[in-house]
């Protein structure tokens, strides 16, 4: 399949979740379809509904959201545009953090916080069971066993399918794992920021799915290594960087995000980029200063 034809996730193959939830390695992050700040509802509300509506049409099974995100909007918009939802598609939201204003985020992690949270989600994905509920970031004024204790017990309800982690270091998830089996990691993840490689590499060895944010490692710009490969494929860069992360390990699944279908659809081309290993492997030999994971 060349970019050229209409895009479809499932060319990046699949990966499956938590040994029951088989998605395409190429997701949705619905982010962006929020207000400016990730603050309350998007300039265009109809424009929103098609983008999350064609990321499925093109094949797209996985969509990642959170309860902050708007706070609330994100999660009502996917709901407004899927529900009833199409066979297969998987929503995956996380809890954790709160939003007092545009571009604030607090943590709050306690048990009653992720309790009230989930119902939240609950209502307005208008779901029974969230099928990956995620801890959006470990609360340092909480204790991490708490926080992942109450999702179990939530999971003990039948009110979460899956527990998965976003934000979090090799430690954290391996004393998450003692308590509940954890189906899938998000952290900051690209070719250029290469912080979690370890990490990429555990879950690898434990087949749990890595959920990488901002595929070109929030730069301003693409990386030259990364221009210069686009160009030679003929590509973008956000779609060279995509594939790189396909390529790098069976079970990554990139989940850009954007409010554009345009850009939705060059995102979801980049599942049928095969990088050679030369391009592959003068990406990889990138090597930034390490980030810190955002808190």
């Given at each position: ?28 992050g ?23 509506r ?82 959006h ?5 909480v ?84 221009k ?17 992360l ?50």
């Amino acid at each position: 399949m060349s970019l050229e034809q209409r895009p479809s996730a499932a060319a990046a193959g699949t990966f499956t979740i938590g040994g029951d939830l088989t998605v395409n390695r190429l997701g949705y992050g619905a982010m962006r379809i929020t207000g400016p700040g990730i603050w309350g509802p998007p300039a265009d509300k109809e424009a929103a509904l098609a983008t999350v509506r064609h990321a499925v049409e093109l094949g797209v099974n996985i969509i990642d959201t959170a309860d902050s995100y708007g706070p609330n909007v994100s999660e009502e918009l996917i709901s407004e545009a899927l529900y009833p939802y199409p066979s297969g598609v998987v929503v995956a939201t996380k809890g954790g953090w709160e939003r007092p204003g545009p571009g604030q985020w607090t943590h709050n992690a306690s048990p009653t916080h992720l309790a009230k949270a989930l119902e939240g989600s609950l209502k307005r994905l208008r779901l029974d069971r969230i099928d990956v509920y995620q801890l959006h970031a470990p609360d340092n004024a909480v204790s991490f066993e708490a926080s992942v204790g109450a999702l179990a017990k939530l999971r003990e309800q039948g009110k979460i399918r899956h527990v998965a982690l976003s934000n979090v270091t090799r430690e954290h998830i391996e004393r998450a794992r003692r308590i509940v089996p954890i189906v899938s990691v998000q952290n900051r993840y690209s070719f250029a920021d290469r912080e979690s490689d370890f990490i990429v590499d555990y879950c690898e060895e434990n087949n749990i799915a890595f959920f990488p944010w901002a595929p070109l490692g929030q730069a301003k710009e693409a990386h030259e290594a990364v221009k210069a490969v686009a160009a030679e494929m003929g590509a973008t860069p956000l779609q060279v960087a995509l594939a790189w992360l396909l390529k790098r390990s069976r079970v990554i699944v990139p989940i850009p995000g954007t409010s554009s279908i345009k850009h939705l659809e060059e995102n979801v081309a980049a599942a049928a980029l095969k990088l050679s290993e030369a391009a592959y492997e003068k990406l990889s030999a990138v090597n930034h200063p390490p980030a810190s994971l955002r808190g």
